[in-house]
């Protein structure tokens, strides 16, 4: 320990599906980055600021890096994520504890040199037999060059001021660039289109949530109350009535569970409309992906 005040951004990267959303939110004690058993729920770069007596640690969500480029949303997806990682101090490599599979391999492959690299082993809490785990971290581990290993749990909340001290030795000595009391640099209307966003991934079937997006609409504040209106973006006109479900129980699910998340972590009562268009095509359209804020 030294009595420095260090300041630094730290990219979180690695496959879908690793628990990087989760880590971030874990640490910040708060859900900011969207998260479901599905992969590639994150489609955007989330800075996550958690600000301690002696440490600002910027955190950067990720992507997960997509092997396959099938159109130019996952494009737009990996281009974020070389982008983050060309410009950060120190970077997490997120693995799954006992799956290294070549999802992470292309990841090793766009790791920056230039800056320490860590490797966070992630979900221990899911390897019964702990004696496993220190093989499958040496054949990681000799993979590439990392300053350091730390197997955690980010649902369990375990290693993680392990995690937070080591990340600190690699961050440089400098004054706070964001208030303490800041959380992120995304704005409320990009949380709440997010948050929609993740009750479909959560509550819809497998196919779907990858041809879907959120645009907000309105967005309004009267004193404590917000008023939002959220259009769902489908592909396909025979996407709509899934979304919507029988007598509207879906959609009506899918709202009242992104308000409710809404009002926890804007701190305020929330209104929210929500109705589903279909925009065809929009996610294999460069101009109709940049256009969504991708
Ligand atoms: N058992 C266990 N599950 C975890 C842990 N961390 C994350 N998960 C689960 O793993 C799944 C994926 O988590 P996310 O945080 O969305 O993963 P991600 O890496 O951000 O995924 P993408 O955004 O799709 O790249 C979720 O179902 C999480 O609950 C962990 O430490 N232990
Ligand atoms: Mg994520």
Known sequence: MDNLFRCGTIAITGRPNVGKSTLLNHILGLKLSITSRKAQTTRHRLLGIHTTDDTQYLFVDTPGFQLRHVNALNSAMNRTVKQVLSDVDVV?????AMSFNEGDAKVLEILPTHCPVLLVVNKADTVRDKGKLLPFIQEVSAKFKFAEVLPVS???NLQLDELLKTIRNYLPEQPAIYGEDELTDRN????AAELVREKL?????E???YSLTVEIEKFEQEGGLRRIHAAIIVDKENQKPIVIGKGGEKLKRISTEARTD????FGGKVWLETWVKVRGGWADDERAVKSLGY
Not at 188 to 191: D, G, S, T, V, Y
Not at 262 to 265: D, G, N, S, T
């Open 92 to 96: 997490l490599f997120v693995v799954e």
């Open 154 to 156: 980010a649902k369990k």
């Open 188 to 191: 409320e209307r990009f949380l």
């Open 201 to 205: 991934f959560r509550l819809l079937g």
């Open 207 to 209: 196919e779907i949530p």
């Open 262 to 265: 809404m009002e926890q972590l």
